[in-house]
């Protein structure tokens, strides 16, 4: 998780209890923060804004991050993760070089397919079984927690494997829906692929720096994170 989003998500969480934030005091926590993925911290600070009557404290904040999601919690959200890669899949084609904004998708399709385009051609016969092999894999890497280093950043698409210069690649960041959300070359890329640090694209940025949104449902979206 970058700082811009972390800053931008407490912002609303201050926001909500009519708080000033202090700013040494948000540096200082998302140093022990950081480490959590994005979606996790999104659904913790939804659930203590819609629940808690006062500003959690940070030991709050934890207690949400690190509760585990139950099998049937685990296995709603495996079997979402293999059909936004689905339509991924359909929308996107093989050519591509891609990378989820689940990182957890990107990487267990990196364990089960080493590339983007191995996963493209499978047969359409074999779907049940690749299903099955994508939810239990899926749900495996997310019992371990957040990854310690980031071992599938990206995943080849025909693109990549077929080109003379590697620098001209592009990376596409594809959103919960399977959409495209943004491009960027592969070298800016990678430096910026430090596991949860890595940048995650803001497909809605304003260009009006000092705008900050105005409803729960720009940050959090209207149900996702219910």
Not at 76 to 103: C, H, M, P, T, W
Not at 207 to 215: Q, R, S
Request: net charge negative; aromatic share 12%.
């Amino acid at each position: 998780m970058n700082f811009e989003k972390y800053l931008e998500i407490m912002l609303v969480l201050y926001a909500n209890y009519d708080k000033e934030p202090n700013s040494e005091l948000l540096k200082a926590h998302y140093e022990i923060l950081k480490k959590y993925d994005l979606d996790s911290f999104k659904r913790a600070i939804y659930k203590l804004i819609t629940t808690a009557k006062f500003l959690p404290r940070l030991s709050e904040i934890i207690d949400i991050l690190e509760q585990r999601l139950s099998d049937s919690e685990l296995e709603s959200e495996a079997i979402r993760a293999y059909l936004i890669a689905d339509i991924a899949r359909n929308r996107q084609g093989a050519y591509k070089s891609v990378s989820f904004l689940n990182d957890y998708i990107t990487e267990t399709l990196g364990v089960l397919y080493k590339n983007w385009y191995n996963f493209c051609n499978e047969l359409e016969s074999k779907r049940d079984i690749e299903r099955l092999n994508f939810v239990n894999t899926y749900k495996a890497l997310r019992r371990k927690g957040d990854f310690t280093e980031l071992t599938t950043p990206y995943l080849i698409g025909l693109e990549m494997q077929n080109a003379l210069n590697k620098y001209e690649i592009n990376i596409y960041l594809i959103d919960n829906q399977g959409e495209t959300m943004d491009k960027q070359p592969l070298i800016p890329f990678m430096q910026n692929s430090a596991h949860s640090n890595r940048l995650k694209f803001d497909p809605q940025k304003d260009n009006e720096p000092n705008k900050e949104p105005k409803k729960l449902s720009d940050i959090f979206g209207d149900s996702e994170f219910k």
